[in-house]
């Protein structure tokens, strides 16, 4: 998955490296780790949910990766440097469960593009923290404010549960459609109209929803394997799956980066969005890459929204594939590795 692009928030970092001059500071939602060496700070430290970013970082400093960070990992840090995000309750989410663990009067940064809702949002904490914008920079503005007052996180109120064909499907913040089941999930999970049998990747798995959903039917044979480079997915999944007493294998891995062995069957809703800008080169590597961890009579099938084009790379990477579905929103791809399509076609499936 490729990076998140933070040139902009940086050099306003940069243009206020003054403030920052000797500091021991704390990162959250660093992606591009070149920022450190140019602020000239005491001491460093981070915590991320991705896991590309942890994976990248940890070896040069000390990184955290968790849902919420406690108390001792934050501990002797003088400033919170914020990386605001576009999902607003992701980033109250995270804001509120790491200013709980810092001390009064704690300095508190947040920079992050004027569009992404930061002026708006910021004020839903004036109860704790007053923030001031005190500069900006092309489209992106930098606030300050301090802890005045000790607030007490509970993440369960921040999660959300919906009843979906006799499934408890969860959602922390940060998690796509958090407000419902996604119309693309639905149309996808539409298209397995028999039963299926052996092992499934479940690429992005949000929620859960995609593989639950299939665990459920009891004709289906199937082991499943779900990974997700969000750590707001994997926990949501590990809930569904606990709460409707279904058993899977869930882990953090950037697209294919922690898998180790072949699948009967990958599928994925496509990821589209990286923050507030289009990204598709997440759902090309899915496509492409999928060859590597497919059987000889495996099968890729995902969803995507329909106005992105990605026929030609399904064209350069599988033999035979077709559209299952399509909407005006979304469209269903099947794929089969080699020359698989033919006999897949024969079975009826």
Same mark, same amino acid.
């Given at each position: 998955m490729n990076k998140i692009k933070q040139h902009n928030s940086n050099d306003l970092l940069i243009k206020n490296k003054d403030i920052f001059l000797n500091k021991k500071v704390f990162f959250s939602g660093l992606s591009d780790s070149r920022i450190i060496k140019?602020?000239?700070?005491?001491?460093?430290?981070i915590h991320t949910y991705r896991y590309d970013v942890w994976k990248k970082l940890k070896k040069k400093f000390h990184v955290s990766y968790s849902l919420i960070t406690n108390k001792n990992f934050v501990k002797n840090s003088e400033i919170l440097i914020f990386y605001w995000k576009k999902n607003v309750l992701e980033n109250i989410f995270q804001l509120i469960s790491l200013v709980s663990v810092f001390t009064i009067k704690s300095d508190v940064y947040i920079i992050g593009k004027n569009?992404?809702?930061?002026?708006?949002?910021?004020?839903?904490?004036?109860?704790?923290? %007053? *923030?001031?914008?005190?500069?900006?920079?092309?489209?992106?503005?930098?606030?300050?404010?301090?802890?005045? !007052? @000790? #607030?007490?996180?509970?993440?369960?109120?921040f999660i959300k549960?919906?009843?979906?064909?006799?499934?408890?499907?969860?959602?922390?913040?940060? %998690? *796509?459609?958090?407000?419902?089941?996604d119309e693309g999930s639905k149309l996808?999970?539409?298209?397995?109209? !028999? @039963? #299926?049998?052996?092992?499934?990747?479940?690429?992005g798995c949000g929620n859960g929803i995609l593989s639950a959903f299939l665990l459920q039917n009891k004709e289906n044979k199937i082991k499943v394997t779900l990974t997700d480079i969000h750590l707001s997915a994997i926990e949501s999944s590990k809930l569904t799956f606990k709460k409707n007493g279904l058993q899977g294998k869930i882990l953090s891995s950037d697209i294919y980066s922690n898998i180790k062995k072949k699948f009967d069957l990958i599928i994925s809703n496509i990821p589209i969005h990286e923050d507030l800008n289009i990204e598709l080169k997440t759902g090309i590597s899915i496509i492409k890459e999928s060859i590597n961890y497919l059987k000889s009579t495996g099968e890729l099938r995902i969803v995507i929204n329909s106005f992105i084009n990605i026929s030609e790379t399904f064209k350069k990477n599988f033999k035979n594939y077709k559209i299952l579905k399509k909407t005006k929103r979304f469209i269903v791809f099947q794929g089969f590795r080699k020359d698989m399509y033919e006999i897949h076609t024969r079975s009826g499936i």
């Open positions: 140019k602020l000239n700070l005491k001491s460093v430290k569009k992404s809702g930061i002026k708006s949002s910021i004020s839903k904490l004036k109860k704790w923290i %007053i *923030f001031k914008k005190i500069d900006f920079l092309r489209k992106c503005s930098l606030v300050h404010g301090k802890i005045l !007052k @000790k #607030i007490i996180f509970l993440k369960e109120q549960v919906f009843f979906w064909k006799n499934l408890y499907i969860y959602f922390f913040p940060g %998690i *796509f459609s958090y407000n419902k089941v996808l999970l539409s298209t397995f109209t !028999k @039963k #299926i049998k052996g092992d499934i990747l479940d690429v």
